[in-house]
């Protein structure tokens, strides 16, 4: 069975950084896209980043691009987002999460496999 753990949230200030880290256990989720999403209070859940199975493309939405980076390291099973400049829009519960292919696609219901999420707060 596979589970997808994120760390790395936390409180942070504007324009400040923080690494989230999606950990992933059951089976190697090297072929396969994995992204990012978020949820922030009184929203519904969007997409943030996303990263091929295969050739390491990567889509981002236009609200992060420029200041997010998505990236994985299929040896350690783990997908990461570097987050920069953040902004408190940027207020959310964060959510890993992998599709059973490998194209990346932004779209929430292309996503089989979800984690619990992470709280990120950008204070000002």
């Known amino acids: 069975q596979v589970q997808l753990v994120e760390s790395g949230g936390g409180l942070v200030q504007v324009g400040g950084s923080l690494r989230l880290s999606c950990a992933a256990s059951?089976?190697?989720?090297?072929?396969?896209?994995m992204g990012w999403f978020r949820r922030a209070p009184g929203k519904e859940r969007e997409f943030v980043a996303t990263i091929s199975g295969t050739d390491g493309t990567t889509y981002y939405a236009d609200s992060v691009k420029g200041r997010f980076t998505i990236s994985r390291d299929n040896a350690k099973n783990t997908m990461f987002l570097q987050m920069n400049s953040l902004k408190p829009e940027d207020t959310a519960v964060y959510y890993c999460?992998?599709?059973?292919?490998?194209?990346?696609?932004?779209?929430?219901?292309?996503?089989?496999?979800w984690g619990q999420g992470t709280q990120v707060t950008v204070s000002s």
């Open positions: 999460a992998a599709r059973r292919a490998s194209s990346p696609i932004p779209t929430l219901t292309a996503y089989y496999y």
């Open positions: 059951g089976r190697t989720m090297a072929p396969y896209a």
